[in-house]
């Protein structure tokens, strides 16, 4: 069948191969108006014949469902392209790394996973070591052999479909044999020096842009919405890890990574065995030795449990594998003069003081601001009061020293007194807010003075609703920083459920909003859609939103899986508010909540105003339900397990941690709410408790058997 009579066929009437194509040609026609319209500024096609293709593109997707690509048009609503990929949802979550930064870091994180394995001092662990290269993370699924999709990390559990580009890179085989037939390899995409500077070279002969960092340069090259451009980019990939897989590649560390290298990825030839701490920080100063002359960007050494078992037995922290640690190298430092101190009141009120400096490269960097913590630090005083620096405080016109390590926000770490002008004085850190005027507090045991203006302070309110609006956060495109601002200032979005009423408020006929400075017809039509949009919210995304203080994007998501639904963990919030209650305890129960993120999370939702913006603005969301990540199809999930007794094959923080990932509750008692109980050799009262109670009680084997780890 000819390419137009099948376009012109009822959807009903298609075959799967002329929809598929149909598919690809259409794809092919949004792309190229979107592109005219959004980037180009010069529409090619009417409107309405725009949405009629949009149109013809969801019903074949309807009626073929498997021919949807991750990167469809229907899943770009209105935004401009170059916003965006389309998102993919890792089948593995992409973690990150604990840090060490000394020796003692190192023979601690042996003695923890000795510890947590159970294991004697006579029993060594033997680890890997390599480099841990300075790049971005990117997971290449393999289906069949076949390179089917290319992803970054993104948050951990979302990142960004990069497909077409990482096809464009020499080191990322599109074709591998002898593979399992679902094989997602992970590591980490660079740039050589050499290539980095060449790059930068014909930048700026082009007048493009210039890159700070063979890191920059690398992301923002990966991050190309035309592959073409990628395409001219030197890019580089070592294979280091794995996500999802069909079969085990090996049943070690080492042998996996000669798999994936038999396979044709790069694999860094500097990885190497040992045995223990000692031969771990032996390596770490060889490897810091050949730094400089390795042509890359490394940042420190990664350590790994050799063998893939005991990988699997000690499992993961919420977003670190307990297997593994990045032993960092240390940062870099530069001398300069701290030209001002500025103090910028963030959203939660806290007033943080800022180094204006004269510019410096630290790393590669051009570094003009750094932070300078708060008070006590300017003072030369740490949170217990003892000296820091020796005491020595730090004034504006001193020559100080500039510290950076990766993406550390660059900091003044030293003062140089002999160099200090004449006639200075200590700095005087304010009691009042330099923006509302409020009164600045210190509360007991707060490093940090805080303004007591609340959401009276613009400052605040601004910076909640700038990270409102944030990346990680509801990233409205064509609603950031510098637009939140204007709306602010103009008393047009005071609150973040004001974004969700600006249409109906400012949007009739899209004139009042057009009259505006800086927004015209396009503009005005995309933010309205760029809302519209984000009126549907993954669970974690909305709460790492509302900004609560130690709420981090991570704890959001933690919380997120942990209840699932926003209404069920509403509930929760109302029922923690009961200090010491079940709720309270369930919520302090969860692996990697303490008892300050804890408070400052319940306190949000129960104190009166801040709960009712919630509210209102919840009102405008449908709130997505969260996946609990292994345990919602786990035969223990939702269940309250006691261990008891000696266990033999696990430690009792092993079986605890497996069990809480399996979303089962850990509890130290029996009652008639344990549902069961796993009794080892010397199991004693509880176990006859659960017998009078009648709970369910089976020794270790058969625990490993329930969860499916015998
Ligand atoms: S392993 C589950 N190995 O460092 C562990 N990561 O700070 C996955 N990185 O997100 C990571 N070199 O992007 C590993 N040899 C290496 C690495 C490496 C660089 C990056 C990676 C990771 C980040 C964590």
Redesign the pocket.
């Known amino acids: 069948m000819s390419r137009q009579s099948a376009a012109a066929l009822d959807v009903e009437d298609l075959n799967e191969e002329d929809a598929r194509a149909e598919l690809a040609r259409l794809a092919e026609a949004l792309g190229a108006a979107n592109t005219a319209y959004h980037r180009d500024d010069a529409p090619e096609i009417a409107d309405a014949e725009y949405d009629a293709l949009k149109a013809r593109n969801s019903a074949i997707e309807a009626r073929f469902p498997q021919l949807k690509q991750a990167d469809s048009p229907s899943e770009r609503i209105g935004a401009d392209p170059a916003d965006g990929f389309a998102k993919v949802t890792h089948a593995v979550r ?4 604990s ?1 060490g930064f000394d020796d003692a870091d190192i023979e601690e994180f042996d003695d923890r996973i000795r510890r947590y394995l159970g294991l004697g001092d006579a029993a060594p662990v033997t680890y890997t070591a ?8 990117l997971s290449l699924r393999y289906e069949s052999g076949h390179l089917v999709q290319a992803a970054t ?1 993104g948050d951990g559990a979302v990142g960004e479909n990069v497909t077409a580009n990482a096809r464009t890179i020499d080191d990322i085989p599109t074709r591998i044999d002898g593979a399992p037939d679902v094989l997602e390899v ?1 590591g ?1 995409v660079y740039m050589s020096h050499a290539d980095f500077a060449a790059l930068n070279a014909r930048q700026s002969k082009t007048a493009g842009k210039i890159f700070a960092n063979p890191r920059n340069a690398a992301a923002g090259s990966l991050r190309q919405l035309d592959s073409e451009i990628t395409r001219q980019r030197p890019l580089r990939f ?1 294979a ?2 794995w996500g999802e897989i069909s079969t085990p590649l090996a049943e070690t560390q080492m042998a996996a990574i000669a798999r994936l290298s038999g396979m044709g990825f790069q694999t ?1 030839p500097l990885t190497v065995l040992c045995k223990g701490p000692d031969e771990m920080i032996a390596h770490y100063h060889e490897i810091e030795q050949q730094r400089a002359e390795l042509g890359y960007d490394i940042d420190g050494v ?1 350590y ?1 449990v050799n063998e893939l078992e005991l990988q699997r037995r000690l499992g993961f922290r919420s977003t670190t ?1 307990r297997w ?1 640690i ?1 032993h960092k190298f240390p940062a870099e430092l530069a001398w300069t003069r701290l030209e001002a101190i500025h103090i910028q009141v963030g959203r939660t009120g806290a007033l943080s003081p800022v180094a204006r400096l004269t510019p410096v490269t630290v790393g590669g960097v051009v570094v003009s601001n750094a932070t300078l913590h708060n008070e006590d630090y300017i003072k030369g005083r740490d949170a217990k009061g003892n000296p820091i620096r020796e005491g020595k405080d730090i004034r504006e016109g001193d020559r100080v020293q500039v510290y950076r390590a990766g993406d550390v926000i660059p900091k003044v770490a030293d003062v140089d007194l002999s160099k200090r002008p004449e006639g200075t004085a200590p700095y005087a850190f304010p009691t009042t807010c330099p923006e509302c005027g409020s009164e600045a507090i210190r509360e007991e045991g707060d490093a940090v003075r805080r303004c007591t203006g609340g959401l009276v302070c613009p400052a605040q309110a601004v910076e909640k609703l700038k990270h409102f609006v944030s990346r990680a956060a509801f990233d409205i495109e064509g609603l950031g920083a510098k637009q939140v601002e204007q709306f602010y200032r103009d008393g047009w979005i005071r609150e973040p459920a004001d974004i969700f009423t600006l249409k109906d408020r400012y949007g009739q006929g899209m004139q009042q909003l057009k009259n505006r400075e800086g927004w015209g017809d396009k503009s005005a039509h995309n933010l309205f859609a760029a809302i519209e949009q984000k009126r549907q919210i993954p669970f974690g995304r909305l709460l790492f939103a509302l900004g609560i203080r130690h709420v981090g994007e991570q704890a959001s998501n933690l919380f997120a899986r942990f209840y699932g639904t926003w209404d069920e963990f509403i509930a929760a919030m109302d029922g923690a508010a009961e200090r010491g209650g079940p709720e309270w305890e369930r919520l302090l129960g969860i692996d990697g909540v303490g008892e300050v993120m804890a408070r400052s999370l319940v306190t949000s939702f129960a104190q009166f105003h801040e709960r009712d913006s919630i509210d209102r603005l919840v009102a405008h969301l449908t709130v997505e339900e969260a996946a609990r990540p292994d345990s919602a199809d786990s035969p223990v999930a939702g269940k309250t397990v006691v261990f008891t007794g000696t266990l033999e094959k696990m430690t009792r923080a092993e079986a605890k941690a497996r069990a809480e990932s399996l979303g089962a509750k850990v509890s130290g008692s029996v009652s008639a709410k344990t549902d069961l109980l796993v009794a080892g050799p010397g199991a004693g009262s509880k176990a006859k408790k659960a017998a009078e109670l009648g709970v369910e009680t089976i020794d270790e084997d058969g625990w490993l058997d329930l969860i499916g780890d015998a």
């Open positions: 992409m973690l990150s790394l840090n390599e480099p841990k290269i300075d790049g971005l993370s990390r992970r980490e070592f280091y890890a860094n990664v790994k594998p593994a990045a």
